[in-house]
């Protein structure tokens, strides 16, 4: 068989920098194309749709990938294995350029063997090319091998003698290369009867775990913005070049690329969707982009950031996730771009391409995201479904304003990441959105039960009876009764009321209290049950790997108190399942809580450990079991400066944001702008230039903008220079003008500043700091988060 070009070429083909996955990913494409011409034809297939890949076991292995497709003909597998050859449809198939079975190939390995047959033939047909044999035209030797049923079909692609390098990759990461190729097929899986199997595992579709197609926000209180938003916009047809693949004019006759007259007219639709994942991530999040049900781009990220046509070269603005930084993004999606080019190693369209600038444009639109951006630079809204996401979403509130799972407090991003990761895991209880959505009910729940609490306690609706008996002149005996036991709860136990003694004496005796049935302990586990929510904060895997670990269920009660096996009140009662799952119930109502401020993380602990250590009969102290549990289970609690430190730049960016918007809605950007020293003018300049705003800084004052580029400390000072702009309900909610003495301004306003100022301390210097100043900090900023006011 005839090999062109040389064999010189071919063995240069194989320094072409392909990755392992995309070496195979290109022989699998060849497979799966034909497979896509047989379904699309409707003609039943025998044997099913089914690309097997086998590993090799050691360096000295072979790699092997067989489908059940057609086959060849001899003088189809004779343009198969020739460089350069391209048969294929350049809008229709995966195969595009007829070189990515050579570079693959040779890219693995030094020997490839193709055998392949067609129902009906009486033997499989091939051929070897050995790269250190093979010669200047050289003519490889036809191979044959005898089949053992004539209904047999199918390709078998054999390379041996694998680079080391590669080899080794191949044999260590199985797994890996199977969640690779599971994110780039994903939508074939999911929409046609394609099997892959790797390494004797069958390859599963990766799916993006998304808010569910009901699920929405409410914007400024009367635009409601779907967490899924479908997209499906046909363009004009087009005219196409059958051979080189080029978009021509439509009153064209002839390719004016390459000559051809193969011209047809083609379908030109970009359809898919946007969304919103369920948890925020660093690099897991952004569009999807595919080509014929593969994916080109994956997590990509570029439409997130918006180029300036008329600013200098390298003028890019980021503008998502610029609020949420520190933990990432969350916006999703899957585009099909069917009629846009790519390049030949498929991991990129055609940027200058005409149709990518079209899709890019129904996508994102040609304005800044941001409104107050667009409105600056004089551009319409953006009303794209891109920038539609970005209004509902961008920020990071806990609730139900921007779909954030939260505590009560809030949000509480590493759960709702590990719940995403029992979603890949194909965890069964997590498939659904139902357990993030209970988090942002509990969270708004939670939320308004401190609001009231915080109410009750500046309003107090109890006089104080002990002070007004005594200046009545009662010294408190005549109105003490029987001493009983602070409980925090108004619950009293069934049976403690029938065992209580009573003043009566033989009277109370002869009078004896109707007898009541005691509650057994399922029916007290179903009314705690009835009567709480889930706790989201709490709920997870406790242990440590040499003691074992349990699944907490834990829920808080939103009625009544707890009472333990012996009808003592308590804070905690764990409640044992099957298996090693616990639901933990919690009355946050109870005194230790509510009068010393306990964390319900240390009493669960404490729970915990005692169950723990008598499981695992370890030696461990209850004190070094409960340290141990802590450190391993609830990581994101330790006082870690870093953390914290990002905490506080994540708060501090969106105060930043909201003076900015307070400042231009009063007109006052100027006269904030006034008390900028000039060492702060410099730091806002350099800060600016910095993050490539080198434009931005010719105006600053102009608007509120100049806040997101100023030293964190003068944020503290402009707050007390200027309160009137900031405080009552338009930043913070702390009241200023709203009371009329000055002291009663002067102590609401350095309760604000002082929150702030710890904040804004963190946030400029990270370094170490002592556990108690750490302790603060976060208090401080959660603190400094209540206060701040609802968003307009």
Known sequence: ?????????LRMLGEIEFDEWQCIA????????????????????????????????????QLVITDTGRGMTYDRLERAVRAGWSGNDMHDKLGLFGMGFNVSTARLGKRTRVLTTRQGDTEWIGVEIDLDRIGDDFEAEDITEPKADPNEHGTRIVISRLHPTRARWLQKNGSALRNILGQVYSWMFLNRPFELWVGGFQVKPVQHCRWGDDRSVLYNNKERI??????????????????????????????????????????????????????????????????NGRKILRWDKQLFTWRNPDGAVGNEEPEYPVDLAHQGGRIIGEIHLDHVPVTYQKDAFEYGDRSWRSAVEIVRGVAPLLPQRAANLEYEENTSPLALLFKGYRRND??????????GRKPIHDDTRRWGQEFHRGNPAYQTDERWWQAVEDHEAAKSRGKNSKAAAATPGKPDEAAVMEALG??????????????????????????????????????????????????????????????????????????GFVEVEARRLTA?????????????LLDQRGGNALVAFLDLD????????????????????????????TEWSHSELIAAI??????????????????????????????????????EPGKAFQFLSPDELTHTEHTMIANGKVTRTTDLGASGEFLLHVPALFLVRLVESLPSLFMDNRVFQGVYEGVASASARRLSLTRTVGYLSDVATQATYAGASLPDQLLRTRLSIRLLADDLTEER
């Open 1 to 9: 068989m005839k090999i062109t070009p040389s064999a010189r070429v």
């Open 26 to 61: 290109e022989l699998i494409d060849n497979a799966f194309d034909d497979f896509t011409e047989i379904h699309r034809s409707g003609t039943p297939w025998a044997g099913g749709y089914r690309v097997s890949v086998e590993l090799p076991d050691s360096t000295q292995g």
């Open 226 to 291: 779907p967490a899924y938003i479908e997209i499906d916009q046909k363009l004009e047809n087009g005219l196409a070049c059958g051979d080189c693949g080029q978009w021509q004019l439509t009153d064209r006759d002839a390719c004016e690329d390459c000559g051809s007259d193969r011209l047809t007219v083609r379908e030109r639709r970009v359809h898919g969707w946007l969304g919103i994942q369920r948890y925020m991530h660093k690099h897991d999040y952004g569009i999807d982009f595919l080509r």
């Open 398 to 407: 806990a609730g139900l304003r921007y779909l954030v799972p939260g505590d």
């Open 474 to 547: 009662f010294d408190g005996t005549e109105i003490s009764g029987p001493s009983s036991p602070a409980t925090g709860s108004d619950e009293t136990p069934p049976d403690a009321q029938e065992q209580a003694p009573t003043a009566g004496g033989e009277s109370a005796a002869a009078a004896p209290a109707p007898e009541t049935r005691k509650e057994t302990r399922q029916e007290r586990v179903t009314r705690y049950t009835e009567n709480s929510t889930t706790y989201p904060a709490l709920s997870r895997s406790f242990g440590h790997p040499r003691v």
């Open 560 to 572: 009544g108190g707890l009472t333990d096996e012996n009808l003592h009140p308590t804070p905690v």
């Open 590 to 617: 109870h005194p230790i809580f509510q009068r010393f401020g306990a964390d319900p993380a240390d009493l669960l602990l404490a729970e915990i450990a005692v169950l723990l250590r008598v499981q695992a009969e």
């Open 630 to 667: 802590r450190v391993e289970s609830l990581p994101a609690t330790a006082l870690d400066a870093q953390m914290i430190s990002a905490e506080a730049q994540e708060l501090l960016a969106e105060i930043r944001h909201r003076m900015a918007t307070e400042l231009d809605r009063s007109g």
